[in-house]
């Protein structure tokens, strides 16, 4: 049985469920193998309990948003 894990910040539900849905579809069509077989896990972890270039990813999401709001 394929399994795949995302380890990612905080999603809704709604991002949860099609997170785990286009997986899903994705991973059977190129593996070949029928989405029942399929094991979807999401991890989610606090923005501040990891970071990119020395700046944790609540910080990096901050300058963000900064940059590109309209």
């Given at each position: 049985?394929?399994?795949?894990t995302?380890?990612?910040?905080?999603?809704s539900?709604a991002?949860?469920e099609?997170?785990?849905?286009?997986?899903t579809?994705?991973?059977?069509?190129i593996?070949?193998v029928?989405?029942?077989?399929f094991?979807?896990?999401?991890?989610e972890?606090?923005d501040?309990?990891?970071?990119i270039?020395?700046?944790?990813?609540?910080q990096?999401k901050?300058?963000?948003?900064?940059?590109?709001t309209?």
């Amino acid at each position: 049985m394929p399994y795949v894990t995302v380890e990612c910040g905080a999603l809704s539900a709604a991002q949860k469920e099609a997170l785990i849905r286009r997986l899903t579809e994705t991973a059977a069509e190129i593996m070949q193998v029928p989405r029942e077989f399929f094991a979807v896990t999401i991890k989610e972890l606090p923005d501040q309990n990891f970071g990119i270039g020395g700046r944790s990813i609540d910080q990096v999401k901050a300058d963000y948003r900064k940059e590109h709001t309209l």
